[in-house]
Nanobody, 127 residues
Framework: VQLQASGGGSVQAGDSLRVSCTGP????????MAWFRQAPGKEREFVVV????????VYAEAVGGRFVISKDDAKNILYLQMNSLKPEDTAVYYC?????????????????????WGQGTQVTVSS
């Protein structure tokens, strides 16, 4: 199943940006979903996971307090609201989905957990 991420762009440090993820033919309420990001020359890294109907939301330390994930199951859209952006947030942002449903949130930190990925959307933050 293919996901589609959109909404990236170029902003200044301190600005906000919201990226979205849709999945035609995929019922979001059946999936645990996440955002990852990959900066040039670096490995893909976990940003945030949304599972158990919103009862499990875990952010990476680097974005906690600045980023907010939300999901609209009726519209099958996953959002990532990014506030107080920093140059180090510059990366391609990917949404991902898995049918797995484990209580241990650390299971979802690995990109290998997810079988469905979006194509990524570029976010560039300049100082």
């Amino acid at each position: 199943v293919q996901l589609q991420a959109s909404g990236g762009g170029s902003v200044q440090a301190g600005d906000s940006l919201r990226v979205s993820c849709t999945g035609p033919g995929l019922t979001f309420s059946d999936y645990t979903m996440a955002w990852f990001r990959q900066a040039p020359g670096k490995e893909r890294e976990f940003v945030v996971v949304y599972g158990w109907g919103g009862r499990m939301i875990v952010y990476a330390e680097a974005v906690g307090g600045r980023f907010v994930i939300s999901k609209d199951d009726a519209k099958n859209i996953l959002y990532l609201q990014m506030n107080s952006l920093k140059p180090e947030d510059t990366a391609v942002y990917y949404c991902a989905a898995t049918r797995d449903a484990y209580l241990d949130s650390t299971y979802y930190y690995s990109s290998r957990t997810y079988g469905s990925w979006g194509q990524g959307t570029q976010v560039t933050v300049s100082s």
